[in-house]
Antibody, heavy 115, light 108 residues
């Protein structure tokens, strides 16, 4: 069955970096565009980034453009979100997802940006 | 960016009631509209896509309608398990996907 398992969240100081990972199984990973979506505590959902099935194109929300980079390794069925220059407003639960609209979601991982 | 506005923000209804949530887009999105259900501490769950297509496994009491800029999610007979926050989302194009602010549904 389809599974998306996330790792890599935690507490980080403002200005520092963190990398999130999303491990996919149960489907042909290389055939799907993948997404990162986040949810600040007590708030709604915000699309963060997208990466084409073959990694040939990426899109970012204005709020993270220039600071976050999405990548994937289809040989390992993995997607990543490299987050640099983190700000307090990046504090959120980050979800990875398959397809749009998102039919399968990771379990979510909390990123807390705090000094 | 296309703005999505949901109403109401909170809704309290009784078991068995018919419940309707509205979502408005700031620009026409044809029928590129999805509805999600999210329970506390859980990832969202897709209920409806293309405005009115029920995702596999979703109870038939859920339905969606609309096109262009006006959309609705209807629960025909509210059940206790339906207590959750509901989000609409537009997915027109290849990026800049946006969500409504959410509607928290409670049981009276």
């Amino acid at each position: 069955q389809v599974q998306l398992v996330q790792s890599g969240g935690g507490v980080v100081q403002p200005g520092r970096s963190l990398r999130l990972s999303c491990s996919a199984s149960g489907f042909t990973f290389s055939g799907y565009t993948m997404y990162w979506i986040r949810q600040a505590p007590g708030k709604g959902l915000e699309w963060v980034a997208s990466i084409w099935h073959d990694g040939s194109d990426e899109y970012y929300a204005d709020s993270v453009k220039g600071r976050f980079t999405v990548s994937r390794d289809n040989s390992k069925n993995m997607m990543y979100l490299q987050m640099n220059s983190l700000k307090a407003e990046d504090t959120a639960v980050y979800y990875c997802g398959r397809e749009m609209p998102v039919t399968w979601w990771g379990q979510g991982t909390l990123v807390l940006v705090s000094s | 960016d296309i703005q999505m506005t949901q109403s109401p923000s909170t809704l309290s209804a009784s078991v068995g009631d018919r419940v309707t949530i509205t979502c408005r887009a700031s620009l026409s999105i044809s029928d590129w509209l999805a509805w999600y259900q999210q329970k506390p501490g859980k990832a969202p769950k897709l209920l409806i896509y293309k405005a009115s297509t029920l995702e596999s496994g979703v109870p038939s009491r859920f339905s969606g309608s609309g096109s262009g800029t006006e959309f609705t999610l209807t629960i025909s007979s509210l059940q206790p398990d339906d207590v959750a926050t509901y989000y609409c989302q537009q997915y027109e194009g290849y990026s800049r996907y946006t969500f409504g602010q959410g509607t928290k549904l409670e049981i009276k």
